[in-house]
């Protein structure tokens, strides 16, 4: 995938930091908005990894820093949940103006809170789902209890939050109780998911359990078994993006279908921290390609030649099918293993090196059907002439050129 610096401005005037998440081919099909939890900021490890796994099924995901959080304007101890709101419908709006109007919101704790809040003047959005979202904005004061009365008594306080400091001042305690999410939750006529880990010290399940019984249908919840609050392992954050995607496909109008002169596109993408971890975009479909552990990598996916072989196995099935229903055969089932590597030329009568090696696929068919000994070595034959074999062993070229900025450009 690729990521993109943003900025955009809020409804007081000040810079808000963003990046935007963005499928491996820049186009796609819906556009969503990431609000992190409370202090955090759209670094935080649960944030990079949620919208990264929805970029990877096709999402552009917008995350940012609220007011005076992160690299974001403003002074944190001067704002409040209605200002993480105002924040909100500025990232949408900023969305709308610039690609195309946010589908769907996605929140982590209280950040989920607040995308519930801004989804009812959101009319874009179809879909809107929270991960360790407590029910009532004013949950988050446990966070500091013991300071509680002397904010409301001095007017502000600083209180270490994930051991950093923070200034809570009165008037964002006195701004929390004028949100009553729960009462008007069943109002929301969005689709909703709520997802939380049984395990969450920080917001108590209980709370998801409350959201869930406001809400009105289409609503669902997801247990994050073994995930932390903070979703701190990758695989957690991974993996509650993923679901979202997919979850979220069942209530978002259908995306523009591809050009057909683009059926056999293909975008691959590779950041610079990624190793060999490559994100691809295949014609409609998101893949994911990798090389093994044992070569550095990650295994997230087939290697690049296991795909050659994965094109020509699938091409060959394909093929035979094809052949075998012209002629009326009973071919009930073909299977076609394939691997690659490279062997000693020995065989080859252009080879001019005895120690020269050639790129070798070994195919092997697996026929299930009432066919005869001539129907199957028919078959065998009609493999050789899938067109994948036949792009494979003919003069081919392959045509390179440089597109987009230029060696100053980034």
């Given amino acids: 995938m690729t990521t993109e610096k943003i900025t955009f401005t809020s409804a007081e005037g000040h810079e808000l930091s963003g ?3 963005l499928p491996p081919d820049r186009h796609p099909h819906h556009y969503a908005v990431f609000a992190h939890c409370f202090t955090c900021s759209k670094d935080l490890k649960a944030a990079r990894e949620v919208t990264r ?9 917008l995350r940012f820093d609220f007011t005076g959080l992160g690299s974001s ?13 105002e924040d909100l419908l500025a990232a949408a709006a900023f969305l709308e103006r610039e690609y195309q109007a946010p589908a769907l919101l996605v929140g982590h704790s ?6 519930l809040s801004a989804a009812f003047s959101l009319p874009s959005v179809k879909a809107v789902a929270t991960v360790g979202a407590p029910a009532a904005p004013a949950h988050v004061t446990h966070l500091f209890r013991d300071k509680k009365e002397v904010i409301e008594e ?13 200034r809570i001042r009165r008037h964002f305690l006195e701004d929390l109780e004028q949100h009553p999410l729960e009462q008007r939750l069943g109002n929301l006529e969005k689709a909703l998911l709520f997802l939380h880990s ?3 010290t920080t917001v108590e399940p209980l709370q998801a359990e409350r959201l869930y019984k406001a809400a009105r249908h289409p609503k669902s919840f997801i247990s994050l078994d073994g995930a932390d609050h903070l979703l701190s392992r990758a695989e957690d954050a991974a993996y509650a993006g993923r679901v979202i995607a997919g979850w979220a496909s069942r209530y978002l109008p259908p995306p523009v279908g591809t ?3 683009a059926r056999h596109h293909v975008v691959a993408s590779l950041d610079a921290h990624a190793g060999f971890t490559t994100e691809m975009r295949v014609g409609r479909h998101q893949m994911t390609a990798d090389e093994p552990e044992s070569f550095g990598g990650d295994d997230f996916g087939p290697s690049p030649y296991q795909l050659v072989s994965a094109g020509l196995s699938a091409c060959t099935a394909m093929t035979l099918q094809l052949y075998a229903r012209r002629k009326g055969w009973d071919l009930q089932n073909v299977e076609v293993h394939t691997s690659y590597s490279k062997d000693h030329a020995e065989d080859s009568r252009d080879c001019q090196q005895e120690d020269a090696k050639i790129d070798t696929f070994r195919r092997s068919l697996r026929l299930t ?3 005869d000994a001539s129907q199957r070595q028919r078959l065998l034959e009609i493999a050789e002439k899938c067109p994948v074999h036949r792009t494979l062993t003919s003069p081919t070229q392959v045509l390179s050129s440089l597109e987009g900025p230029g060696e100053n450009g980034g």
């Fill in 53 to 61: 796994a929805l970029s990877r099924e096709g999402f552009g995901v």
């Fill in 19 to 21: 990046r935007l998440e």
């Fill in 198 to 200: 049984p395990q969450d």
């Fill in 73 to 85: 304007e403003g002074d944190f101890a001067a704002t409040n949940f209605s200002g993480n709101v």
């Fill in 369 to 371: 059907g009432n066919l």
């Fill in 110 to 115: 209280l950040g989920g809170t607040a995308v």
């Fill in 259 to 261: 050009d057909p002169e």
């Fill in 154 to 166: 001095e007017g502000s306080a600083e209180v270490q939050i994930g051991g950093r400091p923070f």
